[in-house]
């Protein structure tokens, strides 16, 4: 395999995870950064934790979609994410029924 070959391959798996989100992204409540994956929940719990004088926050996510180009199955029923860096979370406008 070539390295045009593989940059193709790597462009086109991300075209298609780009895709798959624009698709799903009305079906849940919440938009979820991390410094190391970007995911969409309908329930988000945040805890911050402490322990020798070091902050880190645990969040658990349900009804949840993960964005990594790698995952094959990206629908997950549960996540426990743990992160030392800070997160963002929005809470996604609802939109009308489209009849």
């Not at 410094?35 to 020798?52: C, H, I, K, S």
Request: aromatic share 14%; no cysteine; hydrophobic share 40%.
């Amino acid at each position: 395999m070539s390295t045009e070959d593989l940059e193709n391959y790597e462009t086109e798996a991300e075209l298609a995870l780009y895709r798959e989100y624009r698709d799903v992204v009305g079906l849940f409540a919440y938009v979820v950064e991390t410094e190391r994956r970007f995911y969409l929940a309908n329930n988000v719990d945040v805890q911050v934790r402490q322990t020798g004088g070091e902050v880190f926050f645990e969040l658990t996510l349900s009804d949840a979609w993960v964005w990594d180009v790698y995952r094959s199955a990206r629908f997950v029923k549960s996540v426990r994410v743990v992160t030392f860096k800070d997160i963002n979370i929005e809470e996604l406008a609802k939109r009308e029924l489209d009849l």
